[in-house]
């Protein structure tokens, strides 16, 4: 991996230690002569098509974030550009966790899947490619209003609580889109992980936080639209990179809504073209309704419903008290009074404390390395928050290091100790630490006991805040679930090595401007020994056509292509939009923009 200095990017530089497992080598190498004709193929019909419908000019986009339409995208050029708007980019293998999604865009860096898709997916693939992500995202990160939107939805992502069933989820996803995009995989293969994903979709209980930010996230980043009803203009990522679903989706019969809060009512299917868009009238509709759907999250409302998303998530969360400090952990238990308030909350295994996001000294997960709990709430008979308590306030109450203390919370808790240590951060009491301990429930129930060590009592009358992941991340050094499932890498047989030097030959011919004489012979080894390929004949047809070279020769490139336009489905539209942008040079279109 590339020490992440070697970009100059401060974006990248700055990308925290549990983030950076993601990131692998973007291998620039690896891609095929035919993966560049993909990308060149893909660029020359996006822009024929979406400077028509796009929302940000699109050669504009491209150039500011660092791509051409010639060639795949190299990740230092990227982030030499992105750098100049506050942007960076990583590359990553294929699609990563939401949450560690939600957070590089949080940061500011695009994360860009390595791979590129197959030519016979060169329309749509549903895995994450660097069509997708470059030629999708980076276009329209240079708008200011846009990509203050991005950052901003990845910063409320980063905090969204899970449920364990989205595991299950982004892990079939996962798996089917690696499925989808492997050469030669098996289609019974790719039918059972679509049943086992519906399966797990259609089964998945109350959606959980990020669950319907997804929904959000599809609808705006992926697949949104600007703009009126009657004419939008596409900025969504997902379409901006498919030449096939860009046209299609401004069909009539793809209804076209408003967009709203009301949008989190409605799911997707990756596998499927979807039924209906929304429209944004400006990108600050967007940023009104995440704000409005970020009041309903744990991490805005805390309490008792709070704790027990966490408790469902069943990965790190932290749980913030009203004094300030923050707990990280595992969250398994919880106790309520009758008015459905807490009364205290338990973790298991390594647990940390924290306040203002910097972990305190002495109580990382290595400490806590059993869990954690503490009462939450009131004292007994006592008005005033603990928290706002000071040191004479606490003296007057009994509690003062060296001596010992007995505390009683409105809830019947009862804590009964040494007091070790006495913690105050900014004004507030947020810590207190006891020798020789014993905490009771009013009914007896014993919550510890002297052996068990120290106890340290977390100190505040609420829970204010529950959010997704650590409170300090360096420091709890945690590890975002990384999936097993790693995409396929290629294997040519020689048929296919022969196929890619033909494609080099005819990028060399038209790059330097010379060797046409050889264009005839590696037409006639494309008709005898490579029948199924299309792509190879048109950018032949383009050299000579635009060159003048042999009306003869170009008759005959024209109507083996027309006949196989004709007589085999799946090439018809590929083709024909090929021989559109031949006849529509897109460098004359980039001029007539400029």
Known sequence: MSDFNDFNNQQVAKLPKHLRQF??????????????????????????YLKHVAYYPYIKGLNRAGLSIEHIPDLQTMNDNLGKIGWGAVTVDGFIPPAAFMEYQACRVLVIAADIRQINHIEYTPSPDIIHESAGHAPIIADTDYNSYLSYFGSIGTKAMFSSKDYELYEAIRKLSILKEAVGADEEEIAAAEKKLHYIADNMGESSEMALLGRLHWWTVEYGLIGTLENPKIYGAALLSSIGESATCMNPDIKKLWYNLDTINYQYDITQQQPQLFVTETFQNLIDVLEAFADTMAFRRGGAESILKAIECKNPSTAVYSSGLQ???????????????????????PSALAFDGKQLTGHGKDYHKDGFSSPVGKLKGIEKPFEEHNLIELELLGILEGNKAEITFESGILVKGLVKEIVIKDGKLILIAFEDCTVTEENGNILFKPEWGTYD????????????????????????FVSKEQTHKVEYDEATQKLHELYQKVRCIRETLSGYEELKSIFDTLKTSHRTDWLCGLEILEIVYHKELDTEFEKELRIYLEMKAATEPDYTKLINDGLHVIANPVTQLINEED
Not at 28 to 37: C, G, L, N, R, V
Not at 327 to 349: A, P, Q, R, V, Y
Not at 464 to 471: K, P, Q, T
Request: overall charge negative; glycine content about 6%.
């Open 23 to 48: 990131i692998v080598e973007q291998n620039y190498e690896k891609y095929t002569p035919i993966d560049q004709a993909v990308w060149r193929y893909v660029m020359r019909q996006n822009y024929s």
């Open 327 to 349: 707990l990280t952990g595992i969250f398994t238990d919880l106790g309520m009074n009758k008015s459905d308030e807490l009364t205290f909350i338990k973790t298991t295994g």
């Open 457 to 480: 009592m977390a100190i505040g009358e609420k829970i204010v805040s529950v959010f997704n992941g650590a409170a300090d991340k360096d420091a709890y050094e945690e590890l975002v």
